[in-house]
């Protein structure tokens, strides 16, 4: 179960989590989870850089340490990086001290305050832990839905545009779960709201 659209009411119980951006402006903010990948995240920076768009990587510690050299092409390219963890915890699942202290190996790799909890599963407790380290908490209001095996790319492409608005913060994955998905809908999503005057930007 899962919601492509982020409720009003779950942003008010957790008004200290960024869901998204002020919406003044045609401005998107396209965010990839679990890298970095070797085909995915590639792909996805050769995308961004058709249409002069910049871009979040929410990226796991142990596969920044694995790829160093893809890390570095997203931070050279000029878009923003996030901690996903070291090793993609579940906080719901995970002791409060293990959830921050594996969040802290893997800002060993990623220099970033910018923090996104897998699954978007976070305890309270883990909440003031991390925001205690300083770690700024990154939500989300539009879900690619990406991670589904059961969806088509259309599918995935369809909620993006139907729910998207200025100021969104779009979650992709640059992952093989969701290789299939995202590689199919992310161009079209670029494409549509460039179309449409948007432009694309980096949370900081």
């Not at 070797?38 to 340490?65: E, R």
């Not at 002791?95 to 202290?101: A, G, I, K, L, R």
């Not at 991670?147 to 995935?156: E, I």
Request: aromatic share 12%.
């Amino acid at each position: 179960m899962y919601l492509t659209k982020t409720p009003w009411w779950l942003r008010a119980l957790y008004p200290s989590l960024v869901w998204r951006m002020p919406a003044g402006e045609k401005k998107i903010y396209l965010t990839f989870d679990d890298g970095p990948h070797p085909v995915a995240t590639p792909f996805v920076l050769d995308q961004l850089a058709a249409y002069g768009a910049k871009a979040s990587f929410f990226c796991i510690g142990k596969n920044v340490a694995a790829r160093p050299d893809i890390y570095q092409r997203i931070l050279a390219e000029g878009h923003a990086v996030g901690n996903h963890t070291h090793h993609h915890l579940n906080g719901w699942k995970t002791d409060d001290v293990e959830y921050v202290n594996d969040t802290m190996q893997a800002a060993a790799y990623i220099q970033s305050n910018l923090f996104r909890p897998p699954y978007g599963r976070v305890k309270r407790s883990q909440i003031r832990g991390l925001q205690g380290k300083g770690m700024k908490i990154i939500m989300w209001d539009v879900l690619s839905a990406d991670f589904d095996t059961n969806l088509t790319p259309q599918a995935s492409l369809s909620y993006v545009l139907y729910h998207t608005k200025p100021g969104s913060i779009v979650l992709f994955h640059d992952s093989e779960k969701a290789w299939e998905r995202m590689s199919g809908s992310l161009p079209a999503v670029l494409q549509h709201f460039s179309a449409e005057g948007y432009a694309f930007d980096k949370l900081i």
